[in-house]
C-alpha cells in the first residue's frame, strides 16, 4: 500500500490520487462497511436483517433533503456519504430534494419553530440544492473511480421532488387514505413532537403533521419506485420509523387476511431505516443554516480554500471518525495514516489528507491542490523547504485580493519599501521602514527576511522570473505578479 502522509514539499503530484485499492468486493458486507466507517448510527428491524436484505438484492435507497437554505452544508454529506457508497456498490440511489415539505417545516432536532419561506425563495433554493446533488454524485462517481473503484459495478442513481406527487394531493384524499392508517398517539411520542410541546414555545400544527408527509414520501417511493429503505440523520429515526409503520399498515388494509397457517414464523421487514451520526460542534451543537456554523458546499459561500481550512482545523481526537465518514479511503488505510500522523502530530499531516480528499470530492481534484498550495503558502510549518512553479502559485490565487499585477519596471529594481506600499501592504513610506527594520517583511517561498529599508528587489528573488511572494508581518501575504 503507498503512502498517504502528505509530505511538507508541495510538488503537483502531491495531490494526485494515491488509493488504489478499497472495499468494492461482493465478499464485504455493505451494511458492515457504513458501521466501520460510523455510517450506521441506527439500523430498523431484526438484527443483521438489513445487511442480509443488502447483500441479496439490489437495494433502493433514498435520502430527503428540504431546500430551507440555498446550499447544501458539510452536515448534510453524511446522508449522502452512506447513498454514495450504496449508489457504488450497485444498488439504486434515489435523492430527493423535499420541494413541497420545505415550506411545511420539519421540527426534527429543533428547540424553536422554523421561520415560513416565501416562494420565490423556495424555488431558488430548491433549484440549487437540485444541481449541488447532482453535482454531487458526478463528482463522487469520479472521485471513486480515482480511488480504485470499478465503474462496471456501480449502479444507478435518480433525482426526485415530492412536489411531483405532494403537490397534487387533496386533503380529503390524504386524509382518507394516510389519516385513517395513523396513530395519534404514536405521533405525539415521537421525540421531536414531545420535546416541542413540552417547550415554551410549543408546535405549529404545519410542523406537527411533517411526519405525516415524510411517511407519505416514503410510501410513495416504495410503491413506485420499490424503495425500501431510507436514510437520515439520527434526528430523523421518528419520521423515519412512522413511515416504516405507515408502509406496513398501507400493505396490510389492501392484502387479504391470513389464516394462522399461512402467516410466515418470522416477518420479514417492508421497510428498512437506516441513520447517521449528527455532525455537531465541540460543544454538541448541530450543524447547519439555523445554528449560523454552517459551512457550505457552495464555493460561493464557502470557498474550496475556506472549507480546505475547516478541515485542516479539526482536532486530532475527530481525525480518525472524519477520515472513515467523509471520504472513500478504507478503514484499515485510514487507521494506518493516522498511526503515522501521530509520529508528528504538528504537522497536521491526518487533517491535510483529509482536507485535501473531502474537497477533491466536492470541488475536484484541480480545486483542492489549489487550495493545499493556498494553505502551505499561507501557514507555512517550521523547516518545511517548500516547492512550487510559478503556475501553481498563479492558479492557486487566481482571482484572490492578495494576487496584484504590477509592471516589472516599478517591482525589479524598485525598493522593497515601495513595492509593499504600491500593493497595499504598507500605508506610507514610514511605515514600510519601521516593518522592515523590524524584520519583518520576507520574500520567496524560501521566507527570505529583508531588513535594510533601502534594500531593492532582485530578479533572483522572483519566482521564475515572475512572480515575488511578499510576506509582511504575521498576517499579510501578497503575490506579486510581473508583468
Same mark, same amino acid.
Given at each position: 500500500m503507498r503512502s498517504l502522509l502528505l509530505r511538507p514539499l508541495a510538488r503537483r503530484a502531491l495531490l494526485r490520487p494515491a488509493i488504489t485499492t478499497r472495499w468494492q468486493s461482493t465478499s464485504t458486507s455493505l451494511v458492515s462497511e457504513l458501521k466501520a466507517r460510523g455510517l450506521a448510527e441506527s439500523i430498523t428491524g431484526p438484527e443483521g436483517q438489513l445487511s442480509s436484505f443488502v447483500d441479496s438484492e439490489k437495494v433502493v435507497a433514498y435520502a430527503g433533503i428540504d431546500p430551507t437554505a440555498p446550499s447544501l452544508h458539510v452536515g448534510?454529506?453524511? &446522508?449522502?456519504?452512506?447513498?454514495?457508497h450504496f449508489y457504488l456498490h450497485g444498488h439504486t440511489a434515489l435523492s430527493l430534494i423535499g420541494r413541497a415539505t420545505g415550506s411545511v417545516g420539519d421540527p426534527s432536532g429543533r428547540s424553536t419553530e422554523r421561520d415560513s419561506i416565501e416562494a420565490a425563495r423556495l424555488k431558488h433554493s430548491f433549484d440549487s440544492l437540485w444541481a449541488q446533488v447532482d453535482k454531487f454524485f458526478v463528482r463522487g462517481q469520479e472521485y471513486a473511480i480515482s480511488r480504485g473503484y470499478d465503474k462496471s459495478k456501480f449502479g444507478s442513481r435518480e433525482l426526485l421532488s415530492n $412536489?411531483?406527487?405532494?403537490?397534487? =394531493?387533496?386533503? /380529503?384524499?390524504?386524509?382518507?387514505?394516510? $389519516? !385513517?392508517?395513523?396513530? /395519534?398517539?404514536?405521533?405525539?411520542? !415521537? %421525540?421531536?413532537? +414531545?420535546? !416541542?410541546?413540552?417547550? +415554551? %414555545? *410549543?408546535?405549529? @400544527?404545519?410542523?406537527?403533521? @411533517?411526519?405525516? =408527509?415524510?411517511s407519505y414520501d416514503f410510501w410513495h417511493l416504495f410503491k413506485t419506485k420499490n424503495c425500501r429503505l431510507q436514510i437520515g440523520g439520527n434526528d430523523q429515526f421518528g419520521n423515519i420509523t412512522? $413511515?416504516?409503520?405507515?408502509?406496513?399498515?398501507?400493505? +396490510?388494509?389492501?392484502a387479504p387476511l391470513a389464516t394462522p397457517s399461512e402467516s410466515p414464523a418470522t416477518e420479514t421487514s417492508p421497510a428498512y431505516g437506516l441513520t447517521v451520526p449528527l455532525l455537531t460542534t465541540a460543544s454538541g451543537a448541530k450543524f447547519g443554516k439555523s445554528a449560523g456554523n454552517a459551512v457550505w458546499l457552495d464555493p460561493t459561500l464557502t470557498s474550496p480554500f475556506e472549507l480546505y481550512q475547516y478541515f485542516v482545523k479539526l482536532p486530532d481526537s475527530v481525525i480518525a471518525s472524519h477520515l472513515k465518514i467523509f471520504t472513500l479511503l478504507t478503514p484499515e488505510t485510514v487507521d494506518a495514516e493516522v498511526v503515522k500522523h501521530m509520529e508528528q502530530p504538528d504537522k497536521r499531516a491526518a487533517q491535510h489528507l483529509l482536507a485535501k480528499e473531502v474537497v477533491t470530492l466536492i470541488?475536484? &481534484?484541480?480545486?483542492?491542490? +489549489?487550495? *493545499? /498550495?493556498?494553505?502551505?503558502? =499561507?501557514? &507555512?510549518g517550521e523547516g518545511e523547504g517548500l516547492q512550487f512553479s510559478a503556475s501553481q502559485v498563479l492558479g492557486a490565487f487566481e482571482g484572490d485580493a492578495r494576487l496584484v499585477e504590477v509592471p516589472r519596471g516599478e517591482v525589479v529594481g524598485e525598493m522593497v519599501g515601495k513595492v509593499m506600499r504600491r500593493v497595499g501592504a504598507a500605508k506610507t513610506k514610514g511605515e514600510a521602514e519601521n516593518v522592515l527594520k523590524a524584520g519583518g517583511v520576507y520574500v520567496g517561498v524560501e521566507k527570505m527576511k529583508v531588513a535594510d529599508p533601502k534594500a531593492v528587489v532582485e530578479e533572483g528573488w522572483l519566482l521564475e522570473g515572475q512572480v515575488l511572494l511578499l510576506r509582511v508581518g504575521k498576517g499579510r501575504f501578497n503575490i506579486v505578479k510581473a508583468v
Open positions: 448534510h454529506l453524511l &446522508p449522502l456519504m452512506n447513498l454514495l $412536489g411531483e406527487w405532494l403537490d397534487n =394531493l387533496g386533503l /380529503v384524499e390524504f386524509l382518507a387514505t394516510i $389519516g !385513517r392508517n395513523v396513530r /395519534v398517539g404514536q405521533m405525539l411520542a !415521537r %421525540e421531536s413532537v +414531545k420535546a !416541542r410541546m413540552e417547550s +415554551k %414555545e *410549543g408546535i405549529n @400544527y404545519a410542523e406537527f403533521t @411533517y411526519q405525516l =408527509l415524510q412512522a $413511515g416504516i409503520d405507515l408502509i406496513s399498515r398501507m400493505l +396490510k388494509s389492501s470541488h475536484g &481534484p484541480e480545486q483542492a491542490e +489549489k487550495a *493545499g /498550495v493556498m494553505t502551505q503558502l =499561507l501557514f &507555512p
